[in-house]
């Protein structure tokens, strides 16, 4: 059975930092992609950024690369997003997925396998 399990969300305020984390277990190969989404109340899900599992070819939405790390730890099957000086409109429910197969636009949300259950990110102003 294969699970994602996020961590690492909770209340800041504007400006602090938080750091993501995605830890995978059950999938039989190594990832082809892995991406962190977010949905904020009211909105549709968006692209945050993704990470080639192998390679590490990373990719991010346009208004978030400044701010947002994605990054990955092979040895501990992890994926991380570290968001630095944080603003209100980062609130949102944080994501991660796993694509198992290649899949053509990254940032497709219909393209992944598999979810986690999400954890929330306040940024308070």
């Known amino acids: 059975q294969v699970q994602l399990v996020e961590s690492g969300g909770g209340l800041v305020q504007a400006g602090q930092s938080l750091r993501l984390s995605c830890a995978t277990s059950g999938l039989v190969f190594s990832p082809y992609v892995m991406a962190w989404f977010r949905q904020a109340p009211g909105k549709q899900r968006e692209f945050v950024a993704a990470i080639r599992w192998s390679g590490g070819n990373e990719d991010y939405a346009d208004s978030l690369k400044i701010r947002f790390t994605i990054s990955k730890d092979d040895t501990k099957n992890t994926q991380y997003l570290q968001m630095d000086s944080l603003k209100p409109e980062d609130t949102a429910i944080y994501y991660c997925?796993?694509?198992?197969?290649?899949?053509?636009?990254?940032?497709?949300?219909?393209?992944?396998?598999?979810w986690g259950q999400g954890t929330q990110v306040t940024v308070s102003s």
């Open positions: 997925a796993a694509g198992v197969r290649w899949i053509q636009n990254e940032r497709d949300d219909r393209m992944y396998d598999y």
